[in-house]
């Protein structure tokens, strides 16, 4: 597997830190990655290396405001501003892999973005898989934190928030906690606006399943306590049937990808890459 670092400036100045990973022989697709709220793209090194062994590039990068990327910390100007990083890092793996299919992954705040993405973007791609998105925490937000969240929104947008994951419910292997824990380029923040519009943007994803324009693979843990479970699968039952292969985790936790079973979980992935390809 080969693995290159490199920054790109977006639209509005920021510095964004990307990677990409690849397999050493014939590539047969191209993934674009969008991580979770708070963490970063390096902790998907071992999903990579997993898809390089299956013929499949991953092209990552942190989201601004995370990991090696620029902006305050867990602080996004609009969902506008995110749609055109997304382009950028979908045109990177474009631009490497010419003549490639792509598709768009996310996880989580990732998983969120990805589906808004592909609901609104109009994305030429070949198709979407999405871990465990952010459509709604799994407890509901305090009433007090969220009226302050409105009143933020406009008047102090960039206001930081403690973000309220969950650690302890990543995942059943308590290793990946205490490394969660010790990365320091994780944070707990997220802003008064990403917080809001992430909320409201979970709606509008649900509200519009049934136009979902692409093949998704969709995943989630039915013992997730970071995301709200239900909310995924009243996605799932709204797509259109042609489009969407839905499965659940009977008893996993919120990082499928970094649970025990995980070698599980990525050969369903890459099996339903490969039956898409055909």
């Given at each position: 597997?080969?693995?290159?670092?490199?920054?790109?400036?977006?639209?509005?100045?920021?510095?964004?830190?990307?990677?990409?990973?690849?397999?050493?022989?014939?590539?047969?697709?191209?993934?674009?990655?969008?991580?979770?709220?708070?963490?970063?793209?390096?902790?998907?090194?071992?999903?990579?290396?997993?898809?390089?062994?299956?013929?499949?590039?991953?092209?990552?990068?942190?989201?601004?405001?995370?990991?090696?990327?620029?902006?305050?910390?867990?602080h996004s100007p609009s969902y506008a501003a995110l749609m055109a990083d997304i382009t950028?890092?979908?045109?990177?793996?474009?631009?490497?892999?010419?003549?490639?299919?792509?598709?768009?992954?996310?996880?989580?705040?990732?998983?969120?973005?990805?589906?808004?993405?592909?609901?609104?973007?109009?994305?030429?791609?070949?198709?979407?898989?999405?871990?465990?998105?952010?459509?709604?925490?799994?407890?509901?937000?305090?009433?007090?934190?969220?009226?302050?969240?409105?009143?933020?929104?406009?008047?102090?947008?960039?206001?930081?928030?403690?973000?309220?994951?969950?650690?302890?419910?990543?995942?059943?292997?308590?290793?990946?906690?205490?490394?969660?824990?010790?990365?320091?380029?994780?944070?707990?923040?997220?802003?008064?606006?990403?917080?809001?519009?992430?909320?409201?943007?979970?709606?509008?994803?649900?509200?519009?399943?049934?136009?979902?324009?692409?093949?998704?693979?969709?995943?989630?843990?039915?013992?997730?306590?970071?995301?709200?479970?239900?909310?995924?699968?009243?996605?799932?039952?709204?797509?259109?049937?042609?489009?969407?292969?839905y499965k659940e985790w009977e008893g996993f936790y919120h990082e499928l990808h970094n649970?025990?079973?995980?070698?599980?979980?990525?050969?369903?992935?890459?099996?339903?890459?490969?039956?898409?390809?055909?």
């Amino acid at each position: 597997m080969q693995h290159t670092e490199y920054f790109w400036e977006t639209e509005d100045n920021v510095k964004l830190f990307g990677q990409e990973w690849k397999p050493e022989g014939k590539i047969k697709g191209a993934i674009a990655l969008v991580h979770g709220l708070g963490e970063h793209s390096g902790r998907y090194e071992y999903v990579a290396s997993t898809l390089a062994a299956k013929g499949y590039s991953l092209t990552a990068f942190d989201l601004r405001g995370h990991g090696k990327s620029e902006g305050k910390r867990g602080h996004s100007p609009s969902y506008a501003a995110l749609m055109a990083d997304i382009t950028q890092n979908i045109n990177l793996a474009k631009d490497h892999f010419q003549d490639t299919p792509v598709f768009l992954y996310g996880h989580s705040l990732g998983g969120n973005l990805t589906l808004y993405y592909c609901l609104t973007q109009n994305p030429g791609l070949s198709g979407a898989i999405v871990t465990a998105p952010g459509l709604g925490t799994a407890a509901p937000v305090p009433a007090v934190k969220l009226a302050l969240g409105k009143v933020l929104y406009n008047l102090l947008p960039a206001t930081q928030m403690e973000n309220g994951l969950d650690r302890s419910g990543l995942s059943r292997d308590p290793e990946v906690e205490r490394k969660y824990a010790a990365d320091p380029l994780v944070h707990s923040k997220i802003s008064a606006r990403w917080a809001l519009d992430l909320i409201n943007n979970g709606s509008y994803i649900v509200d519009h399943a049934s136009e979902f324009p692409l093949p998704l693979l969709l995943m989630q843990g039915t013992a997730d306590r970071v995301v709200n479970p239900a909310l995924t699968k009243t996605f799932a039952n709204a797509a259109p049937l042609s489009k969407i292969t839905y499965k659940e985790w009977e008893g996993f936790y919120h990082e499928l990808h970094n649970e025990p079973e995980k070698e599980k979980v990525l050969k369903f992935m890459t099996d339903w890459l490969d039956q898409e390809l055909k």
